[in-house]
């Protein structure tokens, strides 16, 4: 079966700190892979998706990057945090076409 | 552009109160429609879907109907539980997935 991974659960980091966060799905092969943030007690606002292997696209130009280094896994990266990074980020995979499947999400508290 | 318009809350309700959460979308296309349910603390589940025009989604007691002549996919549940207490993410997915604001429910005993 199809499973989607995202670690870690929480994390605090200081302002100016490097941040990787990760995500791999199992089960599938080529999947679309998203990013989503989510600010305290607001909506998603997708942040990057990728087709494939090296290829991202940026919905949302900002302190953030992502990279795709293999075919299951999709990393969102920043070399500098800033406060307003702080929110609770999503992982998620276009299984079928009937919808998304998403990680249980990374809370990131920037200090 | 495809968008979402869903109620905003937050939502109070006492148990066993009947819910509806209104949502409305604009689309070129034939989108699939969508409620997800977030948990506290948790990722994004998906509650039921619709996929055409007239299509009954439905699970865990709720359920939306796809009414293409309103564009509207409204949520509902007759008695409402204070486990039901999360946020709900209408959505519709034509070309990519186009999530509404959310609407946080909370249900008191």
């Known amino acids: 079966s199809q499973t989607i991974h995202q670690w870690p659960a929480t994390l605090v980091q200081p302002v100016g700190s490097p941040l990787s966060l990760e995500c791999t799905v199992e089960?599938?092969?080529?999947?679309?892979l998203y990013w989503y943030r989510q600010a305290a007690g607001r909506g998603l606002q997708l942040l990057f998706y990728s087709v494939g292997i090296g290829q991202i696209s940026s919905e949302v130009p900002q302190n953030l990057s992502a990279s795709r280094p293999q075919d299951r896994q999709f990393i969102l990266s920043s070399k500098k945090l800033l406060l307003s990074d702080s929110g609770f980020y999503l992982c998620?995979?276009?299984?079928?076409?009937?919808?998304?499947?998403f990680g249980s999400g990374t809370r990131l508290t920037v200090v | 552009g495809d968008s979402v318009t869903q109620m905003e809350g937050p939502v109070t309700l006492s148990e066993e109160a009947f819910l509806t959460i209104n949502c409305t979308y604009t689309a070129t296309g034939y989108p699939s429609l969508f409620w997800y349910v977030q948990y506290p603390g948790e990722g994004l589940q998906l509650l039921l879907k619709?996929?055409?025009?007239?299509d009954k989604g439905s699970n865990k007691g709720f359920e939306a109907t796809y009414r293409k002549e309103t564009t509207s996919f409204h949520l509902e549940k007759g008695s409402v539980q204070v486990s039901d207490s999360a946020v709900y993410f209408c959505?519709?997915?034509?070309?990519?997935?186009?999530f509404g604001a959310g609407t946080r429910l909370t249900v008191k005993p």
């Open positions: 619709a996929t055409k025009a007239d």
């Open positions: 959505a519709l997915m034509d070309n990519d997935m186009r």
């Open positions: 089960g599938t092969s080529n999947p679309n």
């Open positions: 998620a995979w276009a299984g079928t076409p009937y919808g998304y499947t």
